[in-house]
Structures are given as structure tokens and as C-alpha cells.
């Protein structure tokens, strides 16, 4: 089985900055694309970035030029760098990653989730 352990999130004021981690464990033959994801209350869980195996980044336009994604590939992590936060980006933060398990046999998995504060 695969494991999700986030880690990072926190209390921090507005303009402050969080550094979110997610490591992958179990049995991975690959991995494919690692993201992050959130959802504040009341609200449906929305894409924020995303970054593929050839190192593609996608971001939501909210996050754009405040948040960076990375990964390590020898570890099976994945980086969120948020920067210049913001009261609206208060959500419990969720790492997904998508890959192989073996040869033809695809997974996809979500991380337990980190919560993030930003107060005013």
C-alpha cells in the first residue's frame, strides 16, 4: 500500500510563509504527477499546483507567483513553498500523487491532510 505523510502546516500570519511536505511510501514502481490540493470550509477541494514526472507545473491562478512547487524524486516527496500568504488561503492542504504501483497497475492516493491558518 501506499502512504501519504504530509507535514508543514501551521499557524502563520498574513505575508508569512509555510513550506508543506508530502513523502510517498510503499511498494511505487513510478510516479507520474504529485499535487497539492485544498479545502476550506464550506467550500469544494480545489487544485493548487500540480507538477508532472518531466517537471510540468501547473498552478491555480490564486497561488500564482506565491507558492512553488517541488520534488525529490530519490525520496518520493513533494515540496509546497507558500509564500506571501494570505486569510484566504486558510484550508486543510492535500497532497495527491498518482503513479504505478507495478507495471499496469496505476494508483492514486491522497495524503491525511496538514492545516493551514493564516490570520490577519
Known amino acids: 500500500q501506499v502512504q501519504l505523510v504530509e507535514s508543514g502546516g501551521g499557524l502563520v500570519q498574513a505575508g508569512g510563509s509555510l513550506r508543506l511536505s508530502c513523502a510517498a511510501s510503499?511498494?511505487?514502481?513510478?510516479?507520474?504527477?504529485m499535487g497539492w490540493y485544498r479545502q476550506a470550509p464550506g467550500k469544494q477541494r480545489e487544485l493548487v499546483t500540480t507538477?508532472?514526472?518531466?517537471?510540468?507545473?501547473n498552478y491555480a491562478d490564486s497561488v500564482k507567483g506565491r507558492f512553488t512547487i517541488s520534488r525529490d524524486n530519490a525520496k518520493n516527496t513533494v515540496y509546497l513553498q507558500m509564500n506571501s500568504l494570505k486569510p484566504e488561503d486558510t484550508a486543510v492542504y492535500y497532497c495527491?500523487?498518482?503513479?504505478?504501483?507495478?507495471?499496469?497497475?496505476?494508483?492514486?492516493?491522497w495524503g491525511q491532510g496538514t492545516q493551514v491558518t493564516v490570520s490577519s
Open positions: 495527491n500523487v498518482q503513479g504505478y504501483l507495478r507495471e499496469y497497475l496505476r494508483f492514486d492516493y
Open positions: 510503499g511498494s511505487i514502481f513510478s510516479i507520474n504527477a
Open positions: 507538477i508532472t514526472s518531466g517537471g510540468s507545473t
